[in-house]
């Protein structure tokens, strides 16, 4: 099966209002929609630019922010389901810092389908710098989606550089990882290519990455769409890039390869699963099959 999937490098915003950030997106999205792409991917932190837009006071202080952020969320989700139900494609939207208890937030990244429906997958493991926040709590629950007719997983950022939770996800049946991310310097940019790059590796599954990061830091910062070093795949891990040039990487997937499904070629490289050996992967699989499925909607 073919999907045509885009992905975006871009800098972070500073909106003076919803109006000026809602014609940002829709300008963005003009050129993969322009070019029928059928899934959209969005980096990580998109919403933070709403912050911009706050009084000085409540900028300073993560609490607050977030707080005020919550009264934008019903704007931020009709904007994406709007543009998904209008455009007939799916959209990957960064993510939104959602309240989840009293005094806690967790970063979330919402799937906006052109039939309407809205899935989403929170991140699993925080960075320093989200952790010093203060208020921000990991999410416990891995998922695997039908997006377009493929099954998917996300990886929220930082959640990219750890194999056992994505190899949890792709036991379970996904084909396509995908990871929007935001990077603030140039040794995270490298780290989170690396990690998407390993994913890819050690799954034998396209890896798709999106990044926001500051002008400084963004000419050193690429999406990519990758592959694993296998038979049949790109032999750099790379299909597409933007080190070519442009905002936008687009790629279209071959999902089956030569006839051979990705669950074929991973136990045709894989001596672990050639000899049907159990272990730590096995129950993790099972405990991931157990949840993933759930869909949560609006």
């Known amino acids: 099966m073919k999907i045509r999937i885009a992905a975006v490098a871009c800098t972070v915003a500073a909106p003076d209002s919803f109006e000026t950030f809602s014609e940002r997106i829709r300008t963005l999205l003009r050129m993969p929609l ?3 792409a059928q899934v959209i991917v969005l980096p990580e932190a998109l919403a933070l630019e709403l ?6 006071r409540e900028r300073q202080d993560p609490a607050a922010a977030f ?6 969320r019903p704007a931020w989700m009709q904007l994406f389901s709007a543009v998904a139900i209008e455009q007939g494609v799916t959209i990957v939207a960064g993510s939104f810092p959602v309240r989840a208890q009293a005094d806690g937030y967790r970063s979330r990244c919402d799937v906006f389908s052109p039939d309407g429906r809205h899935v989403f997958q929170d991140k699993l ?4 710098g989200e952790k010093a926040l203060g208020v921000i709590e990991p999410g416990d629950t891995l998922k695997v989606f039908d997006i377009a007719g493929v099954s998917m997983a996300i990886a929220l ?7 056992l939770p994505v190899r949890a996800q792709c036991e379970a049946g996904a ?3 995908i990871v929007p991310a935001r990077v603030d310097r140039h040794v995270d940019a490298l780290r989170m290519r690396v990690g998407c790059m390993a994913r890819a590796l050690e799954n034998r599954c396209h890896v798709v990455l999106s990044v926001a990061a500051a002008e400084s830091v963004l000419f050193n910062t690429e999406a990519a769409v990758l592959a694993p070093t296998d038979d049949g795949f790109s032999c750099a891990g790379v299909l597409v890039s933007t080190s070519d040039g442009g905002d936008w ?11 051979r499904s990705v669950e074929q070629r991973r136990a045709r490289h894989d001596p672990q699963r050639q000899r049907g ?3 730590a992967d096995d129950r993790s699989r099972q405990h991931v099959a157990r949840v993933v499925q759930a869909e949560h909607h609006a």
């Open 175 to 177: 084909r396509v990882l």
């Open 67 to 72: 707080a005020s952020l919550q009264e934008l």
């Open 51 to 56: 912050v911009a837009m706050l009084p000085e």
């Open 277 to 279: 050996q159990g272990g």
């Open 34 to 36: 322009e070019n029928a």
């Open 249 to 259: 990487t687009i790629a279209d997937l071959e999902i089956a390869v030569d006839g």
């Open 125 to 128: 493991h925080l960075t320093v």
């Open 157 to 163: 950022g930082h959640d990219c550089q750890f194999p």
